[in-house]
């Protein structure tokens, strides 16, 4: 259990996602996504009964950002392009700090997929349609959904390569891509299954 004791004593730089970041930044962020929330809900928007999914995920890509590119120092610029390194390491090394990158980089795209299908289930509402509109519409949906996942890990990475802020590689896009899938059919199952048919 050594990887919990390293944990614990240096949480600061495996846990907070706000590590050099001033407090004051902070509170304006999220001051200023609950201003964009009650703005979404007060006007007419096709977004307004979406409000607080608008709020949360603009303050979690905030927190995403603070976390992989605006809390770190400027180093050296890195790149790994080789997809799939970061798993035949753990499996090779048994070291946990290998499998923390990648359990990590898909739990923190989690919300993401759950945010973008709560906002994208706009694009969707009203009509009835026939099966097969429904599922083309679905698909439609998932593949723009998890796409613009893929493209704001995609960014991150080349925003970290650019700026030296840590390692630009594939393995962080598939794993962040992997885990905002996962947080699209989380809430995809929850909104349209569990809680409709109640």
Request: charged letters at 20%; glycine letters at 8%.
């Amino acid at each position: 259990m050594e990887w919990i004791r390293e944990l614990l004593t240096d949480w600061e730089k495996w846990l907070n996602p706000y590590r050099n970041i001033p407090e004051k930044q902070i509170f304006t962020a999220a001051v200023l996504c609950v201003f964009l929330a009650v703005f979404v809900r007060l006007f007419r928007w096709k977004f307004r009964d979406r409000w607080l999914s608008v709020g949360l995920g603009a303050f979690y890509i905030y927190t995403v950002l603070c976390a992989t590119f605006l809390g770190r120092i400027s180093g050296s610029r890195r790149i790994r392009l080789e997809l799939f390194w970061c798993i035949r390491a753990a499996f090779d090394t048994g070291r946990w700090e290998y499998w923390y990158y990648i359990i990590g980089n898909i739990l923190m795209f989690i919300p993401a997929g759950f945010f973008v299908e709560r906002i994208t289930g706009v694009l969707v509402k009203g009509r009835r349609r026939t099966w097969i509109k429904t599922l083309i519409l679905g698909l439609f949906r998932m593949i723009l959904s998890v796409g613009l996942c893929f493209l704001f890990s995609a960014f991150i990475e080349g925003a970290q390569f650019y700026f030296g802020r840590g390692l630009c590689e594939f393995d962080d896009v598939f794993h962040n891509t992997l885990g905002s899938l996962i947080g699209y059919l989380i809430s995809l199952v929850f909104f349209h299954i569990v809680w409709y048919d109640k």
